[in-house]
Structures are given as structure tokens and as C-alpha cells.
């Protein structure tokens, strides 16, 4: 029986950057690694500034710090259009896999692309929730600058990573650039509050889940802070994923997964409650970009994910239809519990 993974590995993306396509290749066979036994790796050496992460982790904690009344006056502009503000226990992600849980013990801000271009592309059908426009608030001061400054910083690095993702799959590294160029990636800034009271039986920060796109990038505040993600690994088991300064932690989601036939693996992970008998203030602040396709992007098995005798696991289908089925369970939980009781 093959080796079960006990943590999350860290990969070095510094070759990658350095210019050559043998440093790039390097990279690339690790990340094919890491995606087959886990889903989840840690990058470092990925060049983005740690001073960037913690301006726009700061002025985040200052949004929500605001009072309850001025933060939902941006709150989104409804369920399917996750664009601003999200109070506590407004959402449940475990209901994207229909498991009834009482909601989420964190609130979010959410943005989408900051630049729409226009053009019909993204008026047309469901583009106008995909490239619905972003709910900026009026206070902090230079809270939409430093978020769009973020976005765009994790959306070059989201390129690259496809790219090295092309890589790791034996195809050019090239192949994703067109169902990526027009993408419908969100930021969401998540703050999980301290917590002065006991959760309600099955409450966590955020319930057991797989990501819906291709990937998510997540930056953590205070990375060390009891409280935090953990992944399961394939023996079943629940492994916290460490914190190392300065990196970002990348998983693989359910359309990436679909793409390579299960070669890859999208993890199920969550979020646990802090420890009840802590000193610390167990608040917690996390950066999560979830990185999307194109809404026409068709997703189906790329061939060399097919061996010998095998066949394609599932359909093809349009990211924006099953995005839209995902989400649209993550955040209509309650009716889901009622319609069960």
C-alpha cells in the first residue's frame, strides 16, 4: 500500500521563475506530486511582496472592525451574487456536497474581477452575475485600491500556475492561456471572529468542503494560531496544514479534478473551531482567491488523463453551469435543512 501523505508539502517556485523551461519542468513534476496524493501545496519562492499580504490584511481587519449597521450597507447584492459584504453564519459550504450543518462561524467580503471590459461577453446570460459589479465600501480609506492591487497580484499568479499546471499534465504549457484569459475568479477576505462562546453542536469556521474551480490560493494571517485548516488525507484522517512565513497554501478544486480524470485530487478540508480553554485571541484573518475559468470554458478529460482501457469519469460541461449549481447550494442552505425537516 502506497505511502498516505501526514502533511502538506512545500514547493519552491523560485526555478520556475528563473527563466529556464528545465527549472519549470522541476517545479512541475512536484507539483504533479503533491496533486495526486493531496491536492494541497505550500508555495514559496513565489515573488510576491509579504508586505503587499499584510497592507491588504490590514486594512481587511479594519473593515470588519467597522460596526455591523456600516458593513451591510455593501452587503451582496443577493445569493447569487456574491459580491460584498457576508455576515456570520450566513452561508454553510458543507451544503455544497449537501451535508446539513448549522452555518459558518465567519464573515467575508467578496470581489470579483475589478476591470470588466465592455463588451457583450459579460453581459450576456450568466456573465451578468459573474461579472456582476463589486459593492466597494466607503470606509476604510483605500480599501478598494489595496483590494484590487491583491486581485490583480494573484491573478498573474494564478496564470502561472496554470501554465506550470500545463506542465505537470504533459501537455504545452500554453494549453490553458484561452480558457483562462477571460476568467471569473472572486477575492473573498474571510474573518473567522474570536469566539467567546461555545459553537452550537456541528459549528465550525467553516465546514467540511471541496472548492469548486480550478484552484484557490490562501493567505493566512498569523499562520502559526491554533484554530485553522485542516485537509483529509486519503487514510480519512484530518492533518492541520502548517504555517511557513511568507507562502500561500494552493488547492485543487472539483473542476480541475474533473479536468484530469481524478488524477488529481480535490481535498476535502475545513476550517476548526479554536481551542476552548485558550488565552490567545483566536480571531483569524485569511486572503482566499478562488481561481476560475473562463463561464464557456468547456471542462472535460483532457486525453492524457485516459489510460490504456480507461474511460472519461464525467460529462463535459460548461464552468459556469457547474459553478452555478455549487454555489447555489453553499448558500441556500437553510432552505435545503427545511426542506429535509
Avoid at 59 to 78: G, I, N, T, Y
Amino acid at each position: 500500500m502506497p505511502d498516505v501523505p501526514t502533511d502538506v508539502p512545500i514547493i519552491d517556485m523560485s526555478p520556475a521563475f528563473a527563466g529556464g523551461l528545465e527549472g519549470r519542468r522541476k517545479v512541475a513534476e512536484a507539483i504533479d506530486e503533491a496533486c495526486r496524493e493531496i491536492g494541497f501545496l505550500i508555495i514559496t519562492g513565489h515573488g510576491i511582496s509579504d508586505d503587499l499580504c499584510e497592507r491588504v490584511l490590514a486594512m481587511s481587519r479594519e473593515f470588519f472592525d467597522l460596526p455591523a449597521e456600516e458593513k451591510l450597507r455593501v452587503r451582496q447584492w443577493e445569493d447569487s451574487i456574491p459580491r460584498g459584504f457576508s455576515p456570520i453564519a450566513a452561508e454553510a459550504v458543507s451544503y455544497s456536497r449537501l451535508q446539513l450543518t448549522p452555518g459558518d462561524l465567519k464573515e467575508s467580503f467578496t470581489a470579483g474581477p475589478p476591470d470588466v471590459p465592455d463588451d457583450e461577453y459579460y453581459r450576456r446570460g450568466m456573465a451578468r452575475t459573474l461579472f456582476a459589479a463589486n459593492r466597494w465600501p466607503a470606509r476604510p480609506a483605500g480599501f478598494e485600491a489595496i483590494h484590487r492591487e491583491y486581485f490583480h497580484t494573484m491573478e498573474r499568479l494564478g496564470a502561472s500556475l496554470m501554465q506550470l499546471f500545463a506542465l505537470s499534465l504533459g501537455l504545452d504549457e500554453n494549453f490553458f492561456d484561452d480558457k483562462i484569459d477571460r476568467h471569473t475568479s472572486v477575492l473573498r477576505v474571510i474573518n473567522y471572529p474570536a469566539q467567546v462562546t461555545d459553537p452550537i453542536p456541528g459549528q465550525l469556521r467553516a465546514g467540511e468542503h471541496s472548492d469548486y474551480g480550478t484552484f484557490t490560493i490562501l493567505r493566512h494571517e498569523r499562520e502559526h494560531r491554533p484554530g485553522g485548516l485542516q485537509v483529509r488525507n486519503r487514510a480519512g484522517n484530518w492533518i492541520d496544514v502548517r504555517g511557513v512565513p511568507n507562502s500561500f497554501v494552493v488547492n485543487l478544486g472539483d473542476t480541475m479534478a474533473r479536468w484530469t480524470n481524478d488524477r488529481w485530487v480535490s481535498t476535502m478540508h475545513r476550517v476548526v473551531n479554536p481551542p476552548r480553554l485558550s488565552d490567545e485571541d483566536s480571531r483569524r484573518l485569511s486572503l482566499v482567491f478562488f481561481h476560475q475559468t473562463n463561464y464557456d470554458t468547456v471542462v472535460e478529460c483532457i486525453p492524457s488523463c485516459v489510460g490504456v482501457g480507461e474511460e472519461a469519469k464525467y460529462p463535459p460541461v460548461t464552468f459556469g453551469d457547474y459553478l452555478n449549481l455549487k454555489f447555489t447550494r453553499q448558500v441556500t442552505f437553510e432552505r435545503g435543512a427545511e426542506s429535509q425537516t
